[in-house]
C-alpha cells in the first residue's frame, strides 16, 4: 500500500479518492472545497491545509482539477507542491487540460527532475463512483507500470496512449469527436422531424451505414488510409447529395451550420481536382489545408 | 415473371436491370447511352427508343436516373412515359432525387391515378452487381408488397420506410449524417496527427465512446430521446473541452471548420440557459432554432 | 414612344410599369394578380389574359418576376411569349435570378434569334415609385443602347454591367456581399453589447477603418489588387486577433458563427505559410481554394 | 515635460517611443531586445536592466507588449514595476490584448490603488513613426485629461472610448469587424472572378450600397437601432438571393465557409417567424441568440 497525496475532490475526484482509500491506501487530500475535504475524510483520508502540506511523505501525487492554470498553481504556486515534494515522487495528472499546457508542466518538471505522467479518464462519474473509469495513460513504460497498481484502483481498464503527453491528447480527441458529433447529430435529427420521418427508422436504416457505424473503422480503413483513392462514392455525388440536403433544410427552415461547413469542404475538394476521387480523400484535402501534407 | 421497364442504365442501374434479366423478368430498357442499352441487350432485354415506347404493355416501371429534373422529363417529357403507360402500372423511382420532387412527382402522378413509390437504394454498385443492394422503399403497405418481388432481384434487404415518399427521406438523412460525418472525421483525424498522436490509438480509445460508437444509439437512447436532460456530462464541459480542441487546432495551424461550428452551437446553448444540462440537449435547441419546437 | 409588354407586376413591377406608362409609353401587361392589372389599367395599360397575347406587336418586352422558373415558363411555356412575339422585340428581364439560369435563357433564345438582355434593378421600392432606381445593364453595347430610353423612364441610374449576363451577375455579387455583410455585423454589435461598450462609440471609430470604409477600396486598393503582399497588416497578427474576439465571445456566451469560419480562413492561411503575408492575401488564399489560382 | 517609462520597444513601440523623446520628454525604457534598446538610446532614451529599474521616478509608465500575459508579467513578475513604482504614477497600457485580462490587471492594481489605463492604437506602423496613430483611449476623464498631453505625441487624434476598458474593447470590436470583413469579401470576389464578372464593376455599382457603404451606418440606422422592423427588404428575400449565390458558388466551385454560415442565421430568422421582418433583424436575432434579448 502507498502513500498518495490526492488534490481535487470535485465530482471525479472525490469518488476516486475514496475508490484508493478503499482499496487500503493512506491518502492526504486538498482541495478548496472543505466539505468535499470533510467527506473524503470520513473514510479515513487526511486532511492538508495545502498542496505543499498534503504531498510531504507521499510516492504518489494525484491532481485531478478543472483546468491547467490550477494544475500549474498546485504544482509552481506559493504553497505549490514543488516546495516539499519528495523529488522521487511520481506527480500523475488525471485532469483534463490544455495538452500544451500539459506539455508545458511536464518539460518545466523535468528540469527539477520530478516526473509527471498525464492520465485524463473517460466515462462518466458513475463509473468513477464504482472504480471502472477508462484510464487514458500517457508516460514513460515504467511510469506506466509503477502507477498502474494505483490507477486500477479508479477504473477497470487502462490504455497506453503510447508515451508522454499521448494520454491527454487521446482524450483530447475523442472529446472533440463526440462533442462535435453530438452536434452533427443533432442537425440530421432535426432534419428528419422536419421531414416528418420517423427518427427510429433513421436509426435502423444508419445502423448499417457509416452515419452509425463511423468512418474510421468502415470506408477509411480500405480507401485512405491504405492509400487508395480509387471511388466507392465518388467526391462529386457526395457533393450532390449532401447540396441536395441543405437545400431541403433551408426550405423547411432547419438551420445547419455544420452541414453547411461540411458542404463548403466538399466545394473545396472538388475545386482542387478530387471530384473524382472517393469520398475518404477529404482527408488527403484536410491534410493539405493544414500544412500536414504537402 | 413480369414485363418491366427500367430506364436509366448507369452505374447502378445496368447491373440492377442485368439482376432482373436474370432472374427470368421480361425487360424493356432505355437510357441514353446506346452502349449500355447494347450490354444490357446481349442479356436479352429489349431495347426502345424512348421512355415513351419502353413502358409499353409493362407492370412494373423502374426509374434510376441521376436527378429529379430527368426523372420528371422522363414520366412527363414530350417522350414521357405518362403518354402511353398503362394506368395500373406501378412506377418505382430508384433514383436519389430531392425529397419534395418525389413528392411533387407522386403528386403530379395521383390526379392521373398513376401509382408512384420511391425505392432509392444503400450500399455500393458492387453490390449492385451482386444483387445485395439495401432497398429503402417508400410507400403504401400494397406498393410495397407488390413491388417486394421485383426488388428483392436486385436487393438482398428491404426496409419499409414507412410510407409514400419515406424511402427518399431516409436516404436523405443517411447521406446527409454519413457525408458529413466524413469531414468532420477528418478535422479530427487531422488534429490528431498535428499533436503528433498516432490515428489507431485514437481509434482504439473512440471504439469504446460516442466518437465511434455513434450517440443515436448511446447516449440519446436514455437521455434527450426520453426528454431527460439531467447531465451525465454537462453542456458547459463539453463547451469547454470543445474550446480546448480548437484553440489547440488553432495553435498548430488545423482549420477545423465543422468543430467551429459546433463550438458556436454549444456556446448558444449555454447563452439560452442550458449549461447545467445534458450534452444531448443540443438536440433539443436544434429543434427550437428550426422552429420545430417552442 | 413605344409598344411595351411587361409582365410581372409585384411590389416593384407595378410601379416601375406605371412610371413607363406616365412617360408616355404604351403598355400591355400581364400579372397572374388581377387586382395588379387592374391598378395599372386604371393608369392606361391595356391588360391581356397571357404572356403570349400581351407580347403581340410589342418592341419591347419587360419581365419582372420572382424567379427563374417563372421567367422561363413566360418565354418558352404553353402560353409562352415565343410562340407570338415578333423576332425583332427586345427582351429585357429585370428579374433577380439565377445567372446561370439567364445564361440559359439567353443561349435558348439565341437559337430563335432573338435578343434577350438581363438588367435587374438596385435599391428600394420607394425608388420604383419614385422612378430612381439604379439599372445594372446586362447587355450588348446596341441592346444597352436600345434600351436605355426605355429603362431610364424606370431608374436614375444605369451601369453597364459589361456585356450580356453581367448585370445579373453583379447584382448576385451585390447581394451576396451586403446580405452576408448584414449578418457579420450583427456578430460584431452583439459582441460589442455584451463587452457594454456602447454602439455608437464602435461606430465612430470604426467609421475611420476598413469596418466600416470596406476593403475593396481601402486596403486591398494598395495590396493584393497590386500582387504586393509585404505585409501592412500580417495575417498571424489577424488571426491572433480574431481568436482573441472569438475567445471572448465564447466567454460571454455571444456565438458568432461568421467570425469562427473567418478564424479558420485565417488559420488555413497560416498552414498555407502565408502567416507574414499581409492580410489581404487571404484573397489570393481564396482563389487558391476555389481552383481559379494554381 | 514629464518621465516616462516606455516598455516594449517592437515595430510600434519603438517609433512611438522615439516620438516621446523627440517632443522632449525624458524616457527611461526596457525591451528583452537589446538592439531595439540601443536605438532609441542612441535618440537619447536611458537604458534599463529591468521593469522594476525602469520605472523609477517616472509619472508615467506606458506598455507596448504583445500579448497580457507579458503585460501581466511586467506589472507582477519577479522583475515587476508593481515593486518600484511611484504609487502615483500612471500605467498607460497601449497594447492589444484580452480584455478581460486588461480589466483583471486595472482590477488588481486598484487594490494597491494604482492607475491603469488603456489605450490601444489604430492604424499602421507607418503612423506610428509618422506620430499620427489613432489612441482609443479607455480611462476615467481625469487619467484622459492627465495622459491626453503624453498621447498626442504618438498619435494625431484620441478617441475617448467611455470609460475604463472601453479603449481596448472598442480597439476589439474593430479589429473582429475588419478582419472577418476581410475574409468576406475574399468570398465576394472569388465568386465574382468565377462568374468572369471584372472585380472593378462589382466593386463600382458596390459603392453605392451596404456592400461597401456599410450596414451600421445606413440600413441599420434607420430601422433595427430604431426598433423599427418594417421591411425595406425582407428577410425571407434576403435568404432567397444568398441561397442563389451559395447554389452558384457550389457550381462553380467557390468555397464560402462564412457564405454558408450566414446563410443558416437568415435559415433560423426564419424559423424565428422573422421572415417577413427588414433584414436588418439579423441584429435582433443574434441579441436573442446571445441571451442579450429575452
Given at each position: 500500500m502507498s502513500n498518495i497525496a490526492f488534490i481535487g475532490l470535485g465530482q471525479m475526484g472525490k469518488p476516486m479518492a475514496s475508490n484508493l482509500i478503499k482499496k487500503g491506501h493512506s491518502l492526504n487530500v486538498y482541495d478548496i472545497n472543505k466539505t468535499a475535504i470533510s467527506e473524503v475524510q470520513s473514510l479515513g483520508a487526511h486532511s492538508s491545509i495545502s498542496p505543499k502540506e498534503a504531498v510531504?511523505?507521499?510516492?504518489f501525487i494525484i491532481t485531478m482539477l478543472p483546468n491547467g492554470k490550477l494544475v500549474e498553481n498546485v504544482i509552481f504556486?506559493?504553497?505549490?507542491?514543488i516546495h516539499s515534494m519528495d523529488k522521487n515522487s511520481l506527480i500523475i495528472d488525471m485532469s483534463t487540460i490544455h495538452p500544451l499546457e500539459s506539455d508545458s508542466l511536464r518539460n518545466r518538471l523535468a528540469e527539477y527532475n520530478i516526473e509527471f505522467m498525464d492520465a485524463p479518464v473517460g466515462r462518466t462519474s458513475d463509473n468513477a463512483i464504482a472504480g471502472t473509469l477508462l484510464i487514458l495513460a500517457g508516460g514513460t513504460p515504467s511510469q506506466i507500470e509503477r502507477s498502474s497498481p494505483i490507477l486500477l484502483c479508479m477504473g477497470s481498464e487502462i490504455i497506453?496512449?503510447?508515451?508522454?503527453?499521448k494520454g491527454i491528447r487521446v482524450k483530447l480527441i475523442n472529446n472533440f469527436m463526440s462533442i462535435s458529433l453530438n452536434a452533427l447529430s443533432a442537425e440530421a435529427a432535426t432534419l428528419c422531424e422536419a421531414l416528418e420521418l420517423p427518427l427510429d427508422i433513421a436509426i435502423e436504416v444508419m445502423?448499417?451505414?457509416?452515419?452509425?457505424?463511423?468512418?474510421?473503422?468502415?470506408?477509411w480503413a480500405n480507401k485512405v488510409l491504405q492509400n487508395?483513392?480509387?471511388?466507392?462514392?465518388m467526391i462529386e455525388l457526395a457533393h450532390k447529395d449532401l447540396g441536395i440536403a441543405t437545400d431541403v433544410a433551408n426550405q423547411l427552415h432547419v438551420p445547419l451550420s455544420m452541414g453547411a461547413a461540411a458542404l463548403e469542404i466538399y466545394n473545396q475538394a472538388r475545386a482542387m481536382g478530387?471530384?473524382?476521387?472517393?469520398?475518404?480523400?477529404i482527408l488527403e484535402q484536410a491534410r493539405i489545408n493544414s500544412g500536414l501534407k504537402k
Amino acid at each position: 500500500m502507498s502513500n498518495i497525496a490526492f488534490i481535487g475532490l470535485g465530482q471525479m475526484g472525490k469518488p476516486m479518492a475514496s475508490n484508493l482509500i478503499k482499496k487500503g491506501h493512506s491518502l492526504n487530500v486538498y482541495d478548496i472545497n472543505k466539505t468535499a475535504i470533510s467527506e473524503v475524510q470520513s473514510l479515513g483520508a487526511h486532511s492538508s491545509i495545502s498542496p505543499k502540506e498534503a504531498v510531504k511523505g507521499c510516492e504518489f501525487i494525484i491532481t485531478m482539477l478543472p483546468n491547467g492554470k490550477l494544475v500549474e498553481n498546485v504544482i509552481f504556486g506559493k504553497d505549490g507542491i514543488i516546495h516539499s515534494m519528495d523529488k522521487n515522487s511520481l506527480i500523475i495528472d488525471m485532469s483534463t487540460i490544455h495538452p500544451l499546457e500539459s506539455d508545458s508542466l511536464r518539460n518545466r518538471l523535468a528540469e527539477y527532475n520530478i516526473e509527471f505522467m498525464d492520465a485524463p479518464v473517460g466515462r462518466t462519474s458513475d463509473n468513477a463512483i464504482a472504480g471502472t473509469l477508462l484510464i487514458l495513460a500517457g508516460g514513460t513504460p515504467s511510469q506506466i507500470e509503477r502507477s498502474s497498481p494505483i490507477l486500477l484502483c479508479m477504473g477497470s481498464e487502462i490504455i497506453n496512449a503510447g508515451g508522454p503527453g499521448k494520454g491527454i491528447r487521446v482524450k483530447l480527441i475523442n472529446n472533440f469527436m463526440s462533442i462535435s458529433l453530438n452536434a452533427l447529430s443533432a442537425e440530421a435529427a432535426t432534419l428528419c422531424e422536419a421531414l416528418e420521418l420517423p427518427l427510429d427508422i433513421a436509426i435502423e436504416v444508419m445502423k448499417g451505414t457509416p452515419a452509425i457505424k463511423s468512418h474510421f473503422t468502415t470506408t477509411w480503413a480500405n480507401k485512405v488510409l491504405q492509400n487508395d483513392l480509387t471511388p466507392a462514392f465518388m467526391i462529386e455525388l457526395a457533393h450532390k447529395d449532401l447540396g441536395i440536403a441543405t437545400d431541403v433544410a433551408n426550405q423547411l427552415h432547419v438551420p445547419l451550420s455544420m452541414g453547411a461547413a461540411a458542404l463548403e469542404i466538399y466545394n473545396q475538394a472538388r475545386a482542387m481536382g478530387r471530384g473524382k476521387q472517393d469520398w475518404t480523400a477529404i482527408l488527403e484535402q484536410a491534410r493539405i489545408n493544414s500544412g500536414l501534407k504537402k
